[in-house]
């Protein structure tokens, strides 16, 4: 039904959770079949952490969000990659996998979560462009890679991914729990 802007209300293709789909196809969280409404958004070259229930939203193409929590303790965070590996003058900017990722666990571990409660989810990741496909298509590839080997290396579990493919997709995620949505668009 159009909302009275005219446009149709945005539509979210399935939600991510770490236990199979609920009769139907689709997974639901705590009886909600929509997502909350964002409390932040989480800029590309950022990482977000928090001990307080929120949802924040992302948006993705080639870059890769790693969204990482301990529900025990309620606290979580999501870490907004560009670039897999600093190179140059930046080498520690968060805008790179290898700088974000373990930079994001330190702070989820500073707020009381327990490195043996950590689990992860991975998001992103496409070739969205023709260039992107082409030499520069590894990319998005090398995102997704050096988020996985981190996670691997600091023993962090990845319970649930939806990367690759050619399409960009917005999330939300529930930092305390790890409830994520996700649209391709």
């Known amino acids: 039904m159009p909302t009275a802007s005219g446009r149709e209300p945005e539509a979210y293709a ?37 001990a307080e ?21 309620g ?15 930046l080498p520690s900017s968060l805008r790179y996998g290898s700088v974000a990722v ?5 702070r989820i571990v500073a707020l009381g979560g ?3 409660r950590l689990r992860a989810k991975l998001f992103g990741g496409a070739s969205v462009s023709a260039v992107s496909r082409r030499g520069a298509g590894r990319l998005a590839e090398q995102n997704v890679e050096v988020a996985r080997r981190l996670l691997g290396a600091s023993a962090v579990p990845i319970v649930s991914e939806d990367v690759g493919g050619r399409r960009s997709r917005k999330l939300i995620f529930e930092l305390s729990d790890g409830t ?6």
């Open 180 to 185: 994520a949505w996700v649209r391709r668009r």
């Open 114 to 116: 327990q490195p043996e």
């Open 75 to 89: 606290v979580g965070g999501v870490g907004h990659h560009v670039l897999p590996e600093g190179y140059g003058e």
């Open 53 to 73: 229930a929120m949802a924040v939203m992302t948006m993705l193409g080639c870059c890769v969000a790693v969204c990482v929590w301990d529900e025990k303790a």
């Open 102 to 106: 373990p930079e994001l666990i330190r």
């Open 14 to 50: 399935y939600e991510v959770r770490d236990d199979p789909p609920a009769a139907g196809g689709r997974a639901t969280a705590a009886g909600r079949s929509r997502p909350p409404q964002p409390d932040a958004y989480v800029h590309p070259g950022a990482v977000l952490v928090s």
